[in-house]
T-cell receptor, first 110, second 112 residues
Framework: GENVEQHPSTLSVQEGDSAVIKCTYS??????FPWYKQELGKRPQLIID?????GEKKDQRIAVTLNKTAKHFSLHITETQPEDSAVYFC?????????FGTGTSLTVIP | EPEVTQTPSHQVTQMGQEVILRCVPI?????FYWYRQILGQKVEFLVS????????KSEIFDDQFSVERPDGSNFTLKIRSTKLEDSAMYFC??????????FGDGTRLSIL
């Protein structure tokens, strides 16, 4: 199966600064990589995703980069705001199964 | 915006009893999933379902678990003979293709 590792487990940044969360995966056959934001007690919400045939994707303050050779992908949040505070999960799709990272608890300090 | 709906929001059950968790996926979606999230831990894949059959299941999804799509709208997860360690949040998700999943609000299952 696939093994997805996510770092860091916790991240604190000042409001307005950037935040970067990194994930690595083990199986080069994985071909789709979503990122989810989960606020306390709520459902995971898809915030951005990337397919293996693309190196970078951006949506306003959020971007994802993928390095297929190194088998890692990263979430970048710029100009962070307090409402960005949440747990962020990466995932990788291998076959018909999604493998999730262990999550990063992001705190944006006003 | 259409949503995945799950019922009940909270289920309390005695150990050894059977539970059925219900989900109504988004109507035009074709892929359905169940996940488990133990408090404070990561989301764990249980099973994916497509074309009226299981397409993949994880090691967690043993004989204690089953899924069903009894009609055109519902997607259920049955847990037989529940154990204390089955206590978790269970999320249903659906997607139109095998990509962007929409999650429901989850069912918090508490086994006593």
């Amino acid at each position: 199966g696939e093994n997805v590792e996510q770092h860091p487990s916790t991240l604190s940044v000042q409001e307005g600064d950037s935040a970067v969360i990194k994930c690595t995966y083990s199986d080069s056959a994985s071909n789709y990589f979503p990122w989810y934001k989960q606020e306390l007690g709520k459902r995971p919400q898809l915030i951005i995703d990337i397919r293996s045939n693309v190196g970078e994707k951006k949506d306003q303050r959020i971007a994802v980069t993928l390095n297929k050779t190194a088998k890692h992908f990263s979430l970048h949040i710029t100009e962070t705001q307090p409402e960005d505070s949440a747990v962020y999960f990466c995932a990788a799709l291998l076959g018909n199964q999604f493998y999730f990272g262990t999550g990063t608890s992001l705190t944006v300090i006003p | 915006e259409p949503e995945v709906t799950q019922t009940p929001s909270h289920q309390v059950t005695q150990m050894g009893q059977e539970v059925i968790l219900r989900c109504v996926p988004i109507s035009n979606h074709l892929y359905f999933y169940w996940y488990r999230q133990i408090l404070g831990q990561k989301v764990e894949f249980l099973v994916s379902f497509y074309n009226n059959e299981i397409s993949e299941k994880s090691e967690i999804f043993d004989d204690q678990f089953s899924v069903e799509r009894p009609d055109g709208s519902n997607f259920t997860l049955k847990i037989r003979s529940t154990k204390l360690e089955d206590s978790a949040m269970y999320f249903c998700a659906s997607s139109e293709q095998q990509d962007a999943q929409h999650f429901g609000d989850g069912t918090r299952l508490s086994i006593l």
